[in-house]
């Protein structure tokens, strides 16, 4: 990749690639971080070396000091970890990742920067235009509960649903959650995010704690996955416009929340954008609470 065309970083190089010294990055990471995280560190370490995880390596004077991990999904790249040793690289190293990402497929880059040393990055990050966006996690314990059901269906999912499934997506994104999918808003990547659903690539696709609402077509649906602490993740939900505030959204929670505690499933758990109210409202009178507030950063090439 080019250096700085005012010189100022000239004598660095991003490549594609763990280092043969890419561990010494990531020690001096597990020192920055807080223990509990160093198992974690470990383990992205571990992944970046096998090629289970992409990686781009930073270096100066043939040696390797910055690192960051990335996952690639449907054109949607995720910065998992980054970490530089010293000088003042590391919005230069971001931009250049970035850019190598969008020339490569990419059309969106995102990231909670959830790093041992964040803030040069985040700095480098709004520099280059990236939007950030509040974020909550909530989190419920299933208990018996019977769902309310009038004027529509709800089964559980087939893949035959899938079609219908992609033309809510793309259709019907809520306002708030435009600027965190953007690429939601279309169809062919809509298809592409069902599609990676199906082959397991959010978690472990649970057809049996997902459903549709169906009146004599599909009008909403629910997607369900488990991830690898065991909980339920509700992937993603949503209802046609002209068929909410009917009852169609909280019926299907209430499935999932009686199905799960049947199953015996000890925890059901979901993210969602801070001022999606009308979501937020639906979730907390389902019994969800908040677990857990972070900052969302996506930079896209869409819209």
């Known amino acids: 990749m080019s250096w700085d065309k005012d010189g100022r970083h000239s004598g660095l190089e991003v490549a594609r690639g763990a280092a043969e010294d890419i561990r010494d990055v990531f020690a001096d990471a597990a020192r920055c971080a807080p223990p509990e995280d160093s198992a974690y560190i470990s383990y992205l370490l571990d992944m970046a070396i096998r090629g289970d995880i992409g990686v781009y390596s930073l270096s100066a004077r043939c040696h390797t000091i910055g690192a960051i991990c990335y996952r690639m999904l449907d054109g949607d790249a995720e910065l998992a970890f980054g970490h530089v040793i010293w000088g003042d690289t590391e919005p230069y190293f971001l931009e250049s990742v970035v850019k190598d990402l969008f020339n490569s497929g990419a059309h969106t880059v995102r990231s909670n920067f959830n790093w041992p040393a964040p803030w040069s990055f985040i700095r480098g990050a709004e520099a280059m235009g990236f939007k950030m966006v509040e974020r909550m996690s909530m989190c419920l314990a299933p208990m018996p509960v019977k769902p309310s059901v009038s004027g529509f269906e709800i089964l559980p999912w087939d893949d035959r649903h899938a079609g219908d499934v992609c033309r809510i997506i793309s259709e019907c994104q809520a306002p708030a959650d435009r600027p965190v999918y953007p690429a939601l808003s279309r169809t062919e990547d809509a298809v592409a995010l069902v599609e990676s659903v199906m082959r397991d690539e959010h978690g472990k696709f649970m057809r049996s704690l997902s459903y549709v609402a ?67 409202r639906l979730y907390r009178r389902k019994g969800f609470r908040v677990s857990g507030h972070y900052k969302h950063y996506v930079i896209s090439k869409i819209g």
Do not use: C, P, Q
């Open 214 to 280: 169906v009146v004599g077509r599909v009008i909403g649906f629910l997607i369900s996955t488990m991830v690898s602490d065991g909980s339920i993740l509700i992937l993603d939900t949503g209802v046609e416009r002209g068929h909410r505030r009917k009852g169609v959204g909280g019926a299907m929670l209430d499935r999932l929340i009686g199905d799960a505690y049947a199953a015996g499933y000890g925890r059901i758990i979901l993210a969602v954008t801070s001022n999606n109210y009308d979501a937020i």
